[in-house]
């Protein structure tokens, strides 16, 4: 059933994003020792990655959006889950993330978690400032280290 992976599967698919991208992000951090801008920034990325998967429910939002809307009865018709209403249209927006189911009583729902666009503003953000301060960093210092390598 499509409407139980859309209600629990982006939790439970972020969640495990983030258990299966520890590991390698740990042994990262253990061998190569980077900055901390440089680790917060790929934290920032994984946060916005996961946040926009999970906005979009991870893809159904292109592929087929009624199914996130409503439950398809042997009619053919999408209803509600109380089945009350039928669906009239889904609207889909690819950024920032947003899914809004309209209802025959006129009311529209939206779809997509609560907090997937704050996580996806926040993991963005973190994002860019980290990535500007290691350029800043880079420029202060003048050289890379792999320009002395270089020159020998």
Same mark, same amino acid.
């Given at each position: 059933?499509?409407?139980?992976?859309?209600?629990?599967?982006?939790? +439970?698919? $972020?969640?495990?994003? /983030?258990?299966?991208?520890?590991?390698?992000? +740990?042994?990262?951090? $253990? %061998?190569?020792?980077?900055?901390?801008?440089?680790? %917060? +920034?790929?934290? @920032?990325?994984? !946060? +916005?990655?996961? !946040?926009?998967?999970? @906005? $979009?429910?991870? @893809?159904?939002?292109?592929? #087929?959006?009624?199914?996130?809307? @409503?439950?398809?009865?042997?009619?053919?018709?999408?209803?509600? =889950? !109380?089945?009350?209403?039928?669906?009239?249209?889904?609207?889909?927006?690819?950024?920032?993330?947003?899914?809004?189911?309209?209802?025959?009583?006129?009311?529209?729902?939206? =779809?997509?978690?609560?907090?997937?666009?704050?996580?996806? /503003? !926040?993991?963005?953000?973190?994002?860019?400032?980290?990535?500007?301060?290691?350029?800043? #960093?880079?420029?202060?210092?003048?050289?890379?280290?792999?320009?002395?390598?270089?020159?020998?």
């Amino acid at each position: 059933m499509v409407s139980m992976f859309a209600m629990f599967g982006p939790i +439970a698919i $972020t969640l495990l994003l /983030y258990v299966v991208g520890a590991v390698p992000y +740990a042994l990262w951090v $253990t %061998w190569r020792k980077p900055s901390r801008p440089a680790r %917060w +920034a790929v934290i @920032g990325i994984a !946060a +916005a990655l996961a !946040a926009y998967g999970a @906005g $979009t429910v991870y @893809g159904l939002a292109f592929t #087929n959006p009624l199914d996130i809307c @409503g439950d398809k009865t042997g009619g053919g018709v999408y209803m509600d =889950v !109380a089945r009350k209403y039928d669906l009239t249209s889904v609207d889909v927006d690819s950024f920032p993330p947003s899914v809004t189911c309209h209802w025959t009583s006129g009311y529209s729902t939206e =779809v997509v978690w609560f907090w997937a666009l704050p996580l996806l /503003y !926040a993991g963005l953000t973190c994002s860019v400032v980290c990535f500007t301060l290691l350029l800043i #960093n880079r420029h202060k210092r003048g050289r890379t280290p792999y320009d002395y390598e270089l020159e020998a």
